[in-house]
């Protein structure tokens, strides 16, 4: 699946554009879904691919879909790959790894945003720059969004607007992003009517 182009948004919608190989000590790949594809076209791209894939850790999970292609990132031959079997078992795992470390790693974000915006928190938790991450959306625009009321995060969003896991309201999902929580903005649709809501549609998929 190639590279997901989204519409112009407001400002605090994250924007995604196309990995590319950098020099570095260390290559940290955070991938689920259809990122593996997006892994692959890194590593067509660059001028050492077995140097990079020697300095190279992979963390993956498979899509909120269900796209699971763990056995093609196998066969790339990293220093290191790591399968979770969900985004949250993968998070430990990515800690460690964020907080070890140095100066001059390079960070490759691709997938999902669900994944990429948790994975992007935890490296900026480390203080480690913004500019060694780059972002790559791949696969299922399934969102993770917060009730801005309870503050509840509902993963995988696919409805529009849709009732929210923790408190039972219906929520209408905003592009506002926050990437202090990784997550989009629910808000109470029919706060001023209530009772008055729309149809569903399913716009995330």
């Not at 259809?34 to 050492?48: F, H, I, S, V, Y």
């Not at 791949?138 to 009730?147: D, M």
Request: proline share 7%; hydrophobic share 40%.
């Amino acid at each position: 699946m190639s590279k997901t182009i989204f519409p112009p948004s407001i400002k605090s919608r994250p924007v995604y554009a196309t990995l590319e190989p950098r020099p570095g000590n260390a290559h940290v790949v955070i991938a689920d879904g259809e990122g593996a594809e997006a892994l692959a076209d890194l590593l067509a791209k660059a001028p050492d691919r077995a140097a990079m894939l020697a300095q190279m850790h992979i963390l993956y999970a498979p899509g909120p879909t269900g796209t699971d292609q763990w056995a093609a990132v196998q066969t790339l031959g990293a220093a290191q790959s790591y399968r979770a079997p969900t985004i949250a078992a993968m998070l430990p795992r990515l800690t460690k790894v964020v907080s070890e470390a140095h100066m001059g790693t390079q960070f490759y974000l691709t997938g999902t945003e669900g994944l990429i915006g948790q994975a992007e928190r935890e490296i900026m938790m480390t203080g480690l720059p913004f500019a060694a991450i780059q972002k790559e959306h791949r696969g299922s625009t399934l969102r993770r969004v917060q009730c801005v009321h309870c503050k509840g995060i509902t993963e995988n969003v696919a409805l529009d607007p849709f009732v929210c896991s923790h408190c039972g309201l219906s929520l209408y999902v905003r592009d506002h992003y926050s990437r202090r929580i990784a997550a989009f903005q629910g808000v109470n649709i029919d706060a001023e009517d209530p009772g008055l809501v729309p149809a569903a549609v399913e716009r995330f998929k």
